[in-house]
């Protein structure tokens, strides 16, 4: 027995060993981090990066936590099932056959693959399983008739239900848009497809590249005809894929028939798997680097001018943990310091099982099986707690040009990083200490040191691997400090600053009602017409910050480009009203 016992120890203690991992980077001790803060530099922060995915819209539960999230964006439907999505049935189910041969790698090997999830498929198919537009449909009413607008949404096409015919005018698709559009709904942003790169989310109906293409300039077409100013994605790889290597390469030879590129980007590593555990701290916390190269290395090699639409993304290396969470704070600052370059954002998911917001409990079903569900009453996971402190520092706020100096973790990501926000008339900074330390914090702005008051608060953890869950209404923020003492950023922290008395540039950001912009995209020629009188001087620049043209008017100017110069770029307009921001696609 004392023998057993002791083989038992020993093995928990190998295990631990194996296991256990220590701060993955090396970093001087007693760090300082300075932000330098440019008051006259804003930029309206875009909302559409708060997005979400958020699924089930029927029972009352339901909705009460839907109505309850106030969710910035809806993408329906989500994931592999859109592909598979029948809207007159509202219901999964097969499109063409179980199996189907396409063509492999780049030698064009034909091989056979049966639909990916055939089983789950048939399923909700032979039980009429719901997806649930009836319910989100009387959600979005709900929202039209208090707030006067209906969700934003972003809508997943099937690409698979016009069938073989791609020059029929894609009646399915053109009789779903017209449905949507009678519901209620604004059909503004669409997805041609989810994750069609991988063969088992294709179909015997579009089996290959070329084919996928084929309906995607088609539907293309036929959405545009109906609105000029839909905006169509189609989806691009993240990373090497061995079955179809050169379907970046095949989709964007031509740039015409479509908007934006989806990508889809998850980030992170299993710390409990020994393939790669001493990797996968360090992985969450270097998430933001991670989420730039899987777009630098991919979808712009190919669409370098097309903006991406993260429809579904995370990060997480063993679960709703300190690091997952503190590098999913940082990845959205490194979205807001990159605007020009992501348009949309839906962290997955919300109320589903992966990186979900929500705590998951198994019960025993009335058959006697064990199945999973939301806990209720609803408790927030590490995921939802920074959720709703990122989207409290960041939602409908003007963003101000700052510059954190602070040592590296890496090339590329620094131990700390921040943004620099004005909110209902109050500055305040939002930072993430990566560190696996205590870091003394101090604001400059515009060259002088701030030292008035501040109230601190932040979410902090001992571990890299803490986990916590909190009632639904508990607030996750900490009060650290409020005076005018100095300011320490707690080890591994995500952080809300209010600099009480901070004196920033009074120039505010023009509402976009007073402006329009059109039309834009464009081929090179665009309007800008504003809603009072005065004089603005305007400036364009490309998205490296070259300055391409400057000038002044009064009301109203028609700007034109040069016949090659295609691309993304910056408008800034600034008058005695303020500045604004603006991205211009030139095609």
Not at 326 to 351: H, K, P, T
Not at 367 to 374: A, L, T
Not at 546 to 570: A, H, L, M, P, W
Request: charged share 20%; hydrophobic share 35%.
């Amino acid at each position: 027995m004392l023998k057993n016992l002791f083989c038992f120890s020993l093995s928990v203690l190998i295990s631990a060993s194996v296991f256990a991992q220590g701060y993955p980077f090396s970093l001087p001790s007693n760090m300082e981090a300075t932000i330098n803060v440019t008051s006259s530099s804003k930029e309206v922060y875009n909302n559409l990066l708060l997005g979400t995915n958020t699924h089930h819209f029927s029972t009352t539960n339901e909705k009460d936590l839907i109505n309850k999230l106030k969710p910035i964006t809806i993408r329906f439907p989500h994931g592999l099932w859109s592909n598979w999505y029948d809207w007159r049935r509202d219901v999964t189910r097969l499109f063409g056959t179980e199996t189907f041969q396409y063509e492999q790698g780049v030698n064009k090997t034909i091989k056979t693959k049966t639909v990916d999830l055939l089983a789950s498929i048939n399923t909700f198919d032979n039980l009429d399983i719901k997806v649930g537009i009836e319910g989100l449909t009387s959600l979005n009413a709900s929202r039209k008739s208090t707030t006067g607008k209906g969700f934003d949404m972003m809508w997943t096409f099937n690409m698979s239900a016009d069938g073989t015919d791609f020059n029929n005018g894609c009646p399915e698709t053109m009789a779903r848009y017209d449905d949507l559009i009678v519901r209620g709904f604004e059909v503004k942003a669409v997805e041609m497809g989810n994750e069609c790169f991988y063969p088992g989310q294709r179909s015997s109906i579009i089996p290959n590249a070329e084919d996928y293409i084929a309906r995607a300039k088609s539907m293309s077409a036929a959405l545009k005809a109906k609105d000029p100013n839909i905006k169509v994605s189609i989806p691009l790889l993240r990373r090497d894929n061995w079955a179809n290597p050169n379907w970046n390469t095949d989709l964007t030879q031509d740039l015409t028939y479509f908007d934006a590129v989806t990508v889809h980007t998850y980030v992170g590593s299993d710390p409990d798997d020994a393939a790669n555990s001493n990797e996968a701290f360090g992985t969450a916390l270097t998430a933001r680097k991670h989420l730039g190269n899987s777009i630098y290395d991919y979808a712009h090699q190919v669409a370098p001018n097309k903006p991406i639409w993260l429809t579904e993304w995370g990060v997480k290396s063993g679960g709703p943990n300190a690091v997952s969470v503190l590098g999913m704070a940082d990845c959205y600052i490194f979205m807001s310091e990159n605007q020009d370059i992501f348009e949309r954002a839906n962290w997955f998911s919300v109320n589903g099982k992966l990186n979900s917001h929500y705590v998951w409990e198994t019960y025993i079903s009335p058959s006697g099986v064990e199945r999973p569900r939301i806990k209720y009453p609803l408790e927030k996971t590490l995921f939802g707690s920074a959720y709703e402190i990122i989207r409290l520092a960041l939602e409908n706020t003007t963003l101000i040009e700052s510059d954190v100096q602070v040592a590296n973790l890496v090339d590329g990501v620094k131990a700390v990083n921040a943004r620099v926000v004005i909110k209902d008339g109050k500055t305040s900074v939002f930072v993430v200490n990566l560190s696996n330390q205590d870091v003394s914090f101090h604001v400059n702005i515009d060259g002088v040191a701030y030292t008035d008051t501040a109230v601190h608060k932040a979410i902090a953890f001992s571990t890299m691997d803490e986990e916590s869950a909190m009632g639904i209404d508990v607030d996750p923020l900490t009060l650290i400090s409020d005076g005018s003492e100095s300011i320490t950023l707690p080890k591994f922290s995500i952080n809300i600053i209010e600099l009480s008395n901070a004196s920033l540039s009074t120039k505010r950001i023009v509402k976009e009602d007073e402006i329009s912009i059109y039309p834009n995209p464009n081929k090179g020629t665009f309007n800008i017409k504003l809603t009072h009188g005065e004089e603005v001087q305007y400036r364009i620049y490309s998205i490296n910050g070259v300055e391409n043209q400057k000038g002044k008017f009064v009301s109203e100017k028609e700007i034109r480009f040069d016949i090659n110069q295609t691309g993304i770029y910056i408008l800034q307009l600034e008058g005695r009203k303020g500045i604004s921001t603006h991205k211009i696609v030139i095609r």
